[in-house]
T-cell receptor
Framework: SQTIHQWPATLVQPVGSPLSLECTVEGTSNPNLYWYRQAAGRGLQLLFY??????ISSEVPQNLSASRPQDRQFILSSKKLLLSDSGFYLC????FGQGAPGANVLTFGAGSRLTVL | DAKTTQPPSMDCAEGRAANLPCNHSTISGNEYVYWYRQIHSQGPQYIIHGLKNNETNEMASLIITEDRKSSTLILPHATLRDTAVYYC????????????FGTGTRLQVFP
């Protein structure tokens, strides 16, 4: 069965420090991968998505970047964190398909809660 | 992808059916209706999706109107564990597979 892992689960970082959040998926090949962010009391914002190794699409301009060095690994990074980067970061995966049962259904990880002080 | 409109909040008594509405009047013929929910401090969870016909699974039922401009998610016997934010999303099945979440409906199930 497929599983998705995100780490760390919680972190507190000072302003200006770097960030690296990691996400890995097991049990599937060539998944679509996503990073979402949820600020406190707000909705889910799509940050990045990737349809393959090295292929990253950014949805909104921001202080963050994403990389996909391996098929089932997705990394969210920042060189210098801002206070506004605080939030709940969620990684998700799906398998592209046309109408197949379960196609295009996103499965989310447990999330990484980032507090920037 | 078509936009959706949901009430910001709803209440439901435990054991009763919870009916969550969603308007998607600009939906096009090749767009599906998806429902997810997010329990506090967790990642969203897929519930159900459909194109034209009503759908049912172990979690819920999805009723789509004949003109497809609105739908209703039904939790037949709501429990306290169903308290969550419910998101209705419409999108094509064969594009880049992005899911854009709106603000959803906050369902509070009370004893």
């Amino acid at each position: 069965s497929q599983t998705i892992h995100q780490w760390p689960a919680t972190l507190v970082q000072p302003v200006g420090s770097p960030l690296s959040l990691e996400c890995t998926v097991e049990g599937t090949s060539n998944p679509n991968l996503y990073w979402y962010r949820q600020a406190a009391g707000r909705g889910l914002q799509l940050l990045f998505y990737s349809v393959g190794i090295g292929q990253i699409s950014s949805e909104v301009p921001q202080n963050l970047s994403a990389s996909r060095p391996q098929d089932r690994q997705f990394i969210l990074s920042s060189k210098k964190l801002l206070l506004s980067d605080s939030g709940f970061y969620l990684c998700a995966w799906s398998v592209f398909g046309q109408g197949a049962p379960g196609a295009n259904v996103l499965t989310f990880g447990a999330g990484s809660r980032l507090t920037v002080l | 992808d078509a936009k959706t409109t949901q009430p910001p909040s709803m209440d439901c008594a435990e054991g009763r059916a919870a009916n969550l509405p969603c308007n998607h009047s600009t939906i096009s013929g090749n767009e599906y209706v998806y429902w997810y929910r997010q329990i506090h401090s967790q990642g969203p969870q897929y519930i159900i999706h459909g194109l034209k016909n009503n759908e049912t699974n172990e979690m819920a039922s999805l009723i789509i109107t004949e003109d497809r401009k609105s739908s209703t998610l039904i939790l037949p016997h709501a429990t306290l564990r169903d308290t969550a934010v419910y998101y209705c999303i419409v999108r094509r099945s064969y594009n880049t597979d992005k899911l854009i979440f709106g603000t959803g409906t906050r369902l509070q199930v009370f004893p």
